[in-house]
C-alpha cells in the first residue's frame, strides 16, 4: 500500500521547544517537501529536496530545519526561533523533478502549548 | 517571483447548481497547473492537471478545467454540484520567468453545497 505517512496526527509545543514532525514515503519519489498550511492562507514552502543529502529553502524556511539522509524519510524540525508554529504542516512527494504532480500526506497539526 | 489568485474565498451553492472557480495566475510562458481538493478530514488530492496539448482538461468526479493563456487563467467548472463536493479547493502553478521551479498554491476557495 504505496503513500505518504505523517506522525504524530496531533503535536503539542511549549514554548522554547523543538519539535520534529517525521514525513516518510514508500512511491520511491526523488523529491520532498514541507508545506505550512493557515487558514486562508493557502499552503505555503517551508523546505524541498530533490535528491538525498540535499535541501533548499522555500518561502518561509526562518525557524525551521530539514534533513533527508535517506530517500524515504524527510523530518521536519520546528525550532524555538519560529514565533507563530501553530499550522498545519503537509508532507508531499514527486516522482522527480519538481514540476510533476505531488502527492500530499495526511498531515500534522502543530499546536503551541 | 510566481503569485495564483483564487477570486473567491468561500462560495456557498445548491445541490445542482454550476460551479465556476476562478484561478489566475502573474507570469506566463510555460507553466504546469493543478486543481487540488481537501475534503473535510482527508488528505489533499489532486482534482486535475495540465501539462500541455488539450487547453480543456477533465479530472475526477466530473471537474473540468480549461487553461487560456492569453487570461493567464486556469478555472475550474463542474456542471451539476453534488453535496459530497463540499471541500476546499487550491489552485497551483508551477513555473514563471526562470521557468519550473516549486509549485505556488492559491489561498483556497472553500465550497459549501447545501443539499
Known amino acids: 500500500d504505496g503513500g505518504i505517512t505523517q506522525s504524530p496526527k496531533y503535536l503539542f509545543r511549549k514554548e522554547g521547544q523543538n519539535v520534529t514532525l517525521s514525513c516518510e514515503q514508500n512511491l520511491n519519489h526523488d523529491a520532498m517537501y514541507w508545506y505550512r498550511q493557515d487558514p486562508g492562507q493557502g499552503l505555503r514552502l517551508i523546505y524541498y529536496?530533490?535528491?538525498?543529502?540535499?535541501?533548499q529553502k522555500g518561502d518561509i524556511a526562518e525557524g525551521y530545519s530539514v534533513s533527508r539522509e535517506k530517500k524515504e524519510s524527510f523530518p521536519l524540525t520546528v525550532t524555538s526561533a519560529q514565533k507563530n508554529p501553530t499550522a498545519f504542516y503537509l508532507c508531499?512527494?514527486?516522482?522527480?523533478?519538481?514540476?510533476?504532480?505531488?502527492?500530499f500526506g495526511p498531515g500534522t497539526r502543530l499546536l503551541v502549548l | 517571483a510566481q503569485s495564483v489568485s483564487q477570486h473567491n474565498h468561500h462560495v456557498i451553492l445548491s445541490e445542482a447548481a454550476s460551479l465556476e472557480l476562478g484561478c489566475n495566475y502573474s507570469y506566463g510562458g510555460t507553466v504546469n497547473l493543478f486543481w487540488y481538493v481537501q475534503y473535510p478530514g482527508q488528505h489533499l488530492q489532486l482534482l486535475l492537471k495540465?501539462?500541455?496539448?488539450?487547453?480543456l482538461v477533465k479530472g475526477i468526479k466530473g471537474f473540468e478545467a480549461e487553461f487560456i493563456k492569453s487570461k493567464f487563467s486556469f478555472n475550474l467548472r463542474k456542471p451539476s454540484v453534488q453535496w459530497s463536493d463540499t471541500a476546499e479547493y487550491f489552485c497551483?502553478?508551477?513555473?514563471?520567468?526562470?521557468?519550473?521551479?516549486?509549485?505556488?498554491f492559491g489561498k483556497g476557495t472553500m465550497l459549501l453545497v447545501s443539499p
Open positions: 508531499a512527494s514527486s516522482i522527480a523533478q519538481t514540476q510533476e504532480t505531488q502527492y
Open positions: 495540465y501539462f500541455s496539448g488539450d487547453p
Open positions: 529536496s530533490q535528491i538525498v543529502n540535499d535541501f
Open positions: 497551483a502553478v508551477n513555473g514563471g520567468p526562470s521557468g519550473y521551479s516549486t509549485l505556488t
